[in-house]
């Protein structure tokens, strides 16, 4: 890259449809507050179930994270959406104590919500963009 001011990276996305789990505003100590929402994508005929644990981090996300979702109730609002999630990567983690597999190591699938296309709360359909998922 040398003699280039141009920065080069690689982008791998994934489009995905699924659900979303723990929809959350985290404040951190430093920084600013983001959003975060662990996904259930479906995946195959059966629709069997891939977990990710994303930060949302595009604009237009955002934007309907904070008008849509900002009062997301666990166990009660079902969210689906077909979105695409980029920067995939694995971390790996130690469940804590007070679980069955205290202390057992683990993995997380994470990355980052780039664009949403289609969003549903409850049995209402509040974005669409209109292209396929």
Known sequence: MSGNNNAQYFDLHTNAF????RVRKVVPKKGEPF???DISACRGDAGEK???DCNVVGKEAIA???Q???NFEQGKDVVTASLVIGDLRVEQFTYKSGTKKAGQPGVSLKGRVLRIK??????TVVFNT???A
Do not use: R
Request: no cysteine; glycine share 8%.
């Open 64 to 66: 309907l994270f904070e």
């Open 118 to 123: 289609y969003l549903k709360v409850n049995d």
């Open 35 to 37: 959003w975060a929402v």
């Open 130 to 132: 209109g292209s396929e």
């Open 18 to 21: 699924g659900f979303f789990n």
């Open 68 to 70: 849509h979702l900002a």
């Open 50 to 52: 891939t977990y990710f």
